[in-house]
């Protein structure tokens, strides 16, 4: 989708100078000439960067920055300043006040468009990071595999969920099932760490489903060392009456006391190694392969043999 960004200056002739650029780069641009016009903009329709004038007649840019990051529509807008001033001190107000760039006037094309793209880069980034685990999300996966794909070198994906999860959170709180996460994240971490070269990518889509990039020849031995640390680990996070028994008893929907296994990891792995194979079909074979390993008991590993 095009990149809408909101250009905010006093100086029509200026504005204009930016408009010009950033549309003949493909950015969509909305072109606000005070403060007070931009901050109703902005809240009607939150663009995906701003470029804000500093020195603005009545509500001036540090203010706008402000109470931009003081409405929760608008408080995690990537906001670059343009200032006719390069002391230090003007520079350190409006980053305090919230802004995650500057720009010095007068100021080259080339660099405008560069810094406008590095920050949004960096937004969606940090945006993707999983709030739980650090690890990166949907938006970081899709990228490494699509690079991956369109390099034409061979990969791997391995679609990771955890089995009886919902049992456990039930049973013992979503912090407890927080700190479940927690270990799988560690765990998937250690075994890409240790895959060898070149590095294993990890990644977390979201809930108990985490994803890994590798190379074909990585993908079952990580995957076996993922199974195996896992497994040696879950134990101690049970009761130690239900790890005994080796199993838990939840009251379902029905108030039927149910019994359900300790909770395990099954990954379905696909992998690319030649032709015109869409990464968005890789993805979904893994995820196909997922969900044969999780109709076996166990933390099982389902590998798709037909890439």
Same mark, same amino acid.
Do not use: W
């Given at each position: *989708?095009?990149?809408?960004?909101?250009?905010?200056?006093?100086?029509? #002739?200026?504005?204009?100078?930016?408009?010009? !650029?950033?549309?003949?780069?493909?950015?969509?641009?909305?072109?606000?000439?005070?403060?007070?016009?931009?901050?109703?903009?902005?809240?009607?329709?939150?663009?995906? +960067?701003?470029? $804000?004038?500093? *020195?603005?007649?009545? @509500?001036?840019?540090?203010?706008?920055?402000?109470? $931009?990051?003081? =409405?929760?529509?608008?408080?995690?807008?990537?906001?670059? *300043?343009?200032?006719?001033?390069? $002391?230090?001190?003007?520079?350190?107000?409006?980053?305090?006040?919230?802004?995650?760039?500057?720009?010095?006037?007068?100021?080259?094309?080339?660099?405008?468009?560069?810094?406008?793209?590095?920050?949004?880069?960096?937004?969606?980034?940090?945006?993707?990071? /999983? %709030?739980?685990?650090?690890?990166?999300? !949907? &938006?970081?996966?899709?990228?490494?595999?699509?690079?991956?794909?369109?390099?034409?070198? %061979?990969?791997?994906?391995?679609?990771?969920?955890?089995?009886?999860?919902?049992?456990?959170?039930?049973?013992?709180?979503?912090?407890?099932?927080?700190?479940? $996460?927690?270990? +799988?994240?560690?765990?998937? =971490? =250690?075994?890409?760490?240790?895959?060898?070269?070149?590095?294993?990518?990890?990644?977390? @889509?979201?809930?108990?489903?985490?994803?890994?990039?590798?190379?074909? #020849?990585?993908?079952?031995?990580?995957?076996? !060392?993922?199974?195996?640390?896992?497994?040696?680990?879950?134990? /101690?996070?049970?009761? %130690?009456?239900?790890?005994?028994?080796?199993?838990?008893?939840?009251?379902?929907?029905?108030?039927?006391?149910?019994? &359900?296994?300790?909770?395990?990891?099954?990954?379905?792995?696909?992998?690319?190694? /030649?032709?015109?194979?869409?990464?968005?079909?890789?993805?979904?074979?893994?995820?196909?392969?997922?969900?044969?390993?999780?109709? =076996?008991?166990?933390?099982?590993?389902?590998?798709?043999?037909?890439?």
């Amino acid at each position: *989708m095009t990149e809408r960004i909101l250009v905010v200056d006093d100086d029509h #002739d200026i504005a204009r100078f930016v408009e010009l !650029n950033l549309s003949l780069e493909g950015f969509e641009v909305v072109v606000a000439h005070d403060g007070v016009h931009a901050l109703e903009l902005a809240t009607a329709n939150p663009p995906d +960067l701003i470029l $804000l004038d500093v *020195m603005m007649p009545g @509500v001036d840019g540090v203010e706008v920055v402000r109470r $931009l990051r003081a =409405q929760s529509s608008t408080a995690s807008v990537p906001v670059v *300043m343009l200032t006719a001033k390069s $002391l230090s001190a003007d520079k350190v107000v409006g980053l305090t006040a919230g802004a995650d760039d500057y720009i010095v006037k007068p100021f080259d094309t080339l660099e405008l468009v560069a810094r406008v793209r590095t920050t949004l880069r960096r937004t969606a980034d940090v945006r993707s990071v /999983s %709030p739980l685990t650090g690890l990166p999300g !949907n &938006h970081r996966i899709d990228v490494e595999i699509a690079a991956r794909s369109h390099a034409g070198v %061979p990969y791997a994906v391995c679609h990771v969920d955890l089995d009886e999860f919902k049992s456990f959170n039930d049973a013992y709180g979503f912090l407890r099932g927080d700190d479940l $996460l927690l270990v +799988l994240a560690a765990v998937l =971490q =250690q075994a890409g760490a240790g895959a060898g070269a070149p590095t294993a990518f990890v990644g977390h @889509v979201g809930g108990d489903d985490f994803v890994i990039v590798c190379t074909p #020849d990585q993908a079952e031995p990580l995957c076996r !060392n993922v199974l195996d640390a896992f497994d040696a680990a879950v134990p /101690s996070h049970y009761d %130690p009456e239900d790890r005994e028994r080796g199993y838990l008893e939840v009251t379902d929907r029905r108030g039927e006391l149910r019994r &359900h296994s300790l909770v395990s990891v099954s990954i379905g792995v696909a992998c690319y190694t /030649s032709g015109d194979r869409d990464h968005r079909a890789v993805v979904a074979a893994a995820t196909e392969m997922k969900g044969v390993a999780k109709t =076996q008991e166990g933390s099982v590993v389902a590998v798709d043999r037909r890439s």
